[in-house]
């Protein structure tokens, strides 16, 4: 058994195991810890992954009840099989964390089953035995953030995890927090037939997202039936056999009262996860929020010790935490690994989904940057009228004085996707006209992106 690497990876999440790969592929000697049974991390095995696979199942059972009938498409009835959906589901997830486990053996990374404990710089301890290592990457990831009184048991007050493996659909759901997972899972389950409430503290949904863009989220959110509790905070939770009583309150003060529901998804955010790690002991330093404090270069404040993805500070994205596990791996390969925080795309997989990159308008007025806004609606593009997605817009904001893309929001069918022709746009510091100038495709939704540049300078062509 080898007992001696070059980097040893704590964690195979998406930040972990792309470290692991870029460096092996690079000749270094690498290790990944892993404790659970498969790898992949949050991302793969309770995240990004098996969520996306129920939002698609869900879209396509409401497209078949609501949407197929416009289209000429007549199917009868139709039902749903939820434990098919499920599996199929656990199907998609397995897939990817078995694509992960045969890129290791591709690789050569060595994965180390068990829990890591950081013993000190070079030395990392996997369930009892030492293991010495040239560095440490920390990529242990995060988890979600409790909330006193609304104690999770899995069942009826359920976090990501739990609201992704329900086998019945709730009469009721109610979901606390309306950020990114609340109405993703919230949209999940209304398709299915939930009745869903979303509580938020904020007196606005999606924090951090434009907020033109969001206020026209909620109104589509709303008319797919989403009801929206604003300026609310819940202020305890009882559990009955038949379900949750929230007791709720304005959160600017007010009158309490309850919200009942046959199932609580609590998603107020997620928290940094150090448990077990033995940083304290080894001396690695955290913020005032519990993350592990990094310099740019990904290095904590001991030497040969290093920490990428969520339990860093930074949008806690699985596409930035593979950028920083590629720029950390090319770094100790003594290469000159660089993540752009300024061009990451952020996406809410909503229909329509919400796709952001750079700046909001109201970043840059709090910056007091002069800019230029270019919008054009779905409604206006071919594409997406023969589709029926009509609803959301582009929105371009570019320098004032030199033109240049300083953010993009896109509302719309299939956002997530098109966002990235604005990210690359970005990266090699395109103005609005460059992308305006550059011929699309028709008839493609991207037109919608092209327009939207174009009316930037007023000169739209469809509208
Ligand atoms: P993680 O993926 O959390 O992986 C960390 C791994 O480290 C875990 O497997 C854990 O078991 C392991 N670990 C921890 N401590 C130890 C230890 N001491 N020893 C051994 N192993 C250890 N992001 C997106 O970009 N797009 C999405 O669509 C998206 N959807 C999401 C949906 C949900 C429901 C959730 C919860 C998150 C979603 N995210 C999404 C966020 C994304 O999952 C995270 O940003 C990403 O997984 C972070 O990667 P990471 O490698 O830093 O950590
Ligand atoms: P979030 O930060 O997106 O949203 C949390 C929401 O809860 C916010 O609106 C916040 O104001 C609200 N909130 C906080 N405390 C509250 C309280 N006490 N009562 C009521 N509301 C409260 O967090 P979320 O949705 O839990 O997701 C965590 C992270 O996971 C996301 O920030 C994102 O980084 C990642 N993620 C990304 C996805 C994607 O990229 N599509 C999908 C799902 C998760």
Redesign the pocket.
């Known amino acids: 058994m080898t007992t001696s690497f070059d980097l040893i990876v704590i964690g195979a999440g998406p930040g972990g195991y792309v470290c692991a790969i870029r460096a092996a592929q690079l000749g270094m000697k690498v290790a990944c810890v892993e404790k659970r049974a498969t790898l992949g991390g949050t991302c793969l095995n309770v ?2 992954i098996p ?1 996306k696979a129920l939002l698609q199942s869900s879209e396509d059972f409401d497209h078949a009840v609501h949407g197929l009938a416009d289209h000429g498409v007549v199917v009868g009835s139709v039902s749903l099989d939820l434990a098919r959906m499920q599996a199929r589901k656990s199907e998609v997830v397995g897939a990817n964390t078995k694509g992960v486990e045969f890129l290791f053996r591709k690789n050569k990374v060595e994965w180390l089953k068990g829990s890591g404990r950081v013993v000190a710089a070079g030395q990392v301890d996997v369930d009892g035995t030492v293991y010495t290592t040239k560095h440490i990457a920390i990529a242990t990831g995060s988890d ?2 409790p ?1 006193r009184g609304v104690t999770v048991d899995g069942k009826r007050i359920v976090t990501s995890t739990g609201a992704l493996e329900l086998d019945t659909v709730p009469k009721h759901l109610a979901v ?7 109405l ?1 899972l919230g949209s999940v389950w209304r398709r299915l037939g939930a009745a869903v409430t979303v ?4 007196d606005r ?3 951090g997202v434009d907020s033109e863009v969001a206020t026209a989220f909620q109104r589509i959110l709303a008319k797919q039936g989403l009801k929206f509790q604003l300026g609310t ?2 202020t305890g939770a009882t559990v009955s056999d038949t379900g949750v009583s929230l007791s709720v309150e304005p959160a600017k003060g007010g009158a309490a009262t309850t919200i009942e529901a046959d199932v609580v998804l609590l ?4 928290i940094p996860y150090t448990d077990g790690l033995g940083l304290a002991e080894a001396g690695v330093a955290l913020d005032e929020r519990g993350r592990v404090r990094t310099d740019a270069h990904f290095a904590t404040n001991v030497p040969g010790i290093h920490a990428i993805g969520d339990v860093v500070a930074g ?3 699985a596409h930035k935490a593979e950028d920083e596990g590629v720029a950390l791996a090319e770094r100790l390969a003594g290469q000159a690994g660089h993540v752009n925080y300024a061009v990451i795309p ?4 909503t229909w329509p989904e919400v796709a952001s990159v750079g700046q909001t308008e109201e970043e840059l007025k709090a910056a007091g940057i002069a800019y230029n806004v270019g919008k054009f609606p779905f409604l206006a593009n071919g594409r997406a009228r023969a589709m029926g997605a009509t609803d959301g817009f582009v929105k371009i904001l570019s320098d004032k004085a030199t033109d240049r893309l300083l953010g993009a929001h896109i509302l719309g069918p299939d956002a997530g996707t098109l966002i990235a022709e604005l990210a690359l746009a970005m990266e090699f510091g395109a103005s609005a006209e460059d992308v305006a100038r550059t011929c699309h495709a028709h008839p493609t939704l991207n037109e919608a992106v092209k327009e939207a540049a174009l009316a930037v300078a007023g000169r739209a062509l469809h509208i």
């Open positions: 995240g990004c969520s979600s953030t909330l606390i927090g309306a950020g990114v997972i609340g993703e509580i938020e503290y904020l949904i999606v924090p905070k819940v998603a107020i955010g997620r949008p806690m994205l952020g996406v809410i997989y």
